[in-house]
């Protein structure tokens, strides 16, 4: 099964086809700033779990945050722990300093 990722800006999200179909079988759904982008939601086609799909928009989106220079915050469970599986994101994720003191 082939995976196509693309990113869609104007929904906020990159989304996955398979196999040259139409058809938006995942998504991933972000925010994007300037510095940064916040993955808030993934979810990929119940007949597609399990396949790849999930990887490969995980891959995709963190690809192009790394190419863009942007750092990455992943409230999305499935980002997060695509993330901590793959150590070599670990760099792309945002980490808050907080300048306040005591």
Do not use: N
């Not at 759904?29 to 995980?58: D, K, M, N, W």
């Not at 999305?76 to 994101?89: K, L, Q, S």
């Amino acid at each position: 099964m082939a995976v196509r990722v693309s990113d869609a800006p104007e929904a906020k999200r990159y989304e996955a086809r398979v196999d040259g179909d139409s058809k938006v079988v995942g998504v991933a759904q972000y925010i994007r700033t300037t510095e940064l982008v916040a993955f808030v939601h993934t979810e990929v086609s119940p007949e597609c779990e399990g396949r790849g799909v999930g990887a490969a928009l995980a891959r995709t989106a963190l690809d192009e945050a790394r190419a863009a220079h942007l750092l990455v915050l992943a409230t999305c469970p499935f980002i997060a722990g695509w993330i901590a599986r793959h150590p070599e994101y670990q760099d792309l994720v945002y980490q808050a300093h907080s300048r306040v003191s005591d």
